[in-house]
């Protein structure tokens, strides 16, 4: 199983929004709308940030959404924060008991 | 809340053996179906194996296929890694995490453990 495509970085300044891409193939992303979404802060254990493509967890800012067009997905941080600076990796189930992930977004506060 | 503690990576040398433990709390462990994930130093994350809440089902990376075996104690609230067969490209943190989805699909890891260190090398 080949992983995810994600951009290696993506920035933006303070209270602006920001994109992060998700490509996978027909065969995960396009298929299930099971994409997740981690977030990673240097040292850190990876954190659920959003999962069933637009799901958020209980007690996450909204600032955090998720949307899929095709084998894309996508993550969108809106009003970023400091605290948003992190590496961003998104997950899919790809089938016959598979999990994928992408190799991570590095997302820069500015 | 839910806690997921990792232990027993180190060093080990190409070719040997080793042991991870996760130790959880803060939930009904036997209902929950468990995995490893793994990240090697300055990489991204690569999903490892998967095991039910009974242990009856069981799934794993090609990668990691005939030399890594996952288990779990529900009665000790712990689940476990045996790696044989190390290579260098093993090295990596070990994480363990909670998984959520329906019946034998993973969806999605909520909790996750601090992860433990894991180095082969001579």
């Known amino acids: 199983q080949s992983a995810l495509t994600q951009p290696p970085s993506a920035s933006g300044s303070p209270g602006q929004s920001v994109t992060i891409s998700c490509t996978g193939t027909s065969s995960d992303v396009g298929r299930y709308n099971f994409v997740s979404w981690y977030q990673q802060h240097p040292g850190k254990a990876p954190k659920l940030v959003i999962y069933?493509?637009?799901k958020r967890p209980s007690g996450l800012p909204d600032r955090f959404s998720g949307s899929k067009s095709g084998n894309t997905a996508s993550l969108t941080v809106s009003g970023l924060q400091a605290d948003d600076e992190a590496v961003y990796y998104c997950?899919?189930?790809?089938?016959?008991?598979?999990?994928?992930f992408g190799g991570g977004t590095k997302l820069t506060v500015l | 809340q839910v806690q997921l503690v990792e232990s027993g990576g180190g060093l080990v040398k190409p070719g040997g053996s080793l042991r991870l433990s996760c130790a959880a709390s803060?939930?009904?462990?036997?209902?929950?179906?468990m995995s490893w994930i793994r990240q090697a130093p300055g990489k991204g994350l690569e999903w490892v194996s998967y095991?039910?809440?009974?242990?009856?089902?069981?799934h794993y990376a090609d990668s990691v296929k005939g030399r890594f075996t996952i288990s779990r104690d529900n009665t000790k609230n712990s689940l476990y890694l045996q790696m044989n067969s190390l290579r260098a490209e093993d090295t990596a943190v070990y994480y363990c995490?909670?998984?959520?989805?329906?019946?034998?699909?993973?969806?999605?890891?909520?909790?996750w453990g601090q992860g433990t260190l894991v180095t082969v090398s001579s």
């Open positions: 995490a909670r998984i959520r989805g329906s019946g034998d699909y993973p969806y999605f890891f909520d909790y």
């Open positions: 997950s899919s189930y790809a089938g016959s008991n598979i999990v994928v």
């Open positions: 069933e493509v637009t």
């Open positions: 803060g939930l009904t462990f036997r209902d929950y179906y």
């Open positions: 095991i039910s809440g009974s242990g009856s089902s069981i």
